[in-house]
Nanobody, 118 residues
Framework: QVQPVESGGGSVKAGDSLRLSCTVPGFTSNSCGVEWYRQAAGKQREWVSAISPRDTTTYAHSVKGRFTLSQDKAKDTVYLQMDSLKPEDTATYSC????????????WGQGTQVTVSS
């Protein structure tokens, strides 16, 4: 079992940008997709975005047009570029692998905190 490692969070102002990273050794060779979730304090976890092994991306309506997923397969890393951030984007962002048995067996990452002030 592999645990993803997220990084790149921070405290920014509305309108700023951040780029989150999710590194999962082996996810490329095991043909996994990667998805991001976020959870704000006192709220349910919310699905944010996903990228497939063939680079197909999907986004939640709340972030579509502002967030962009990409992946560097040589580094087993997925990037979540977040632009035009809003206070409602404040949350802990976590990533995980999806797909076959190896992908499903992995744990979720510890998450990285994103705080957006108005």
């Amino acid at each position: 079992q592999v645990q993803p490692v997220e990084s790149g969070g921070g405290s920014v102002k509305a309108g700023d940008s951040l780029r989150l990273s999710c590194t999962v050794p082996g996810f490329t060779s095991n043909s996994c997709g990667v998805e991001w979730y976020r959870q704000a304090a006192g709220k349910q976890r919310e699905w944010v975005s996903a990228i497939s092994p063939r680079d197909t991306t999907t986004y939640a309506h709340s972030v579509k047009g502002r967030f962009t997923l990409s992946q560097d397969k040589a580094k087993d890393t997925v990037y979540l570029q977040m632009d035009s951030l809003k206070p409602e984007d404040t949350a802990t962002y976590s990533c995980g692998t999806i797909g076959g048995n190896w992908c499903q067996a992995n744990a979720w990452g510890q998450g990285t905190q994103v705080t957006v002030s108005s």
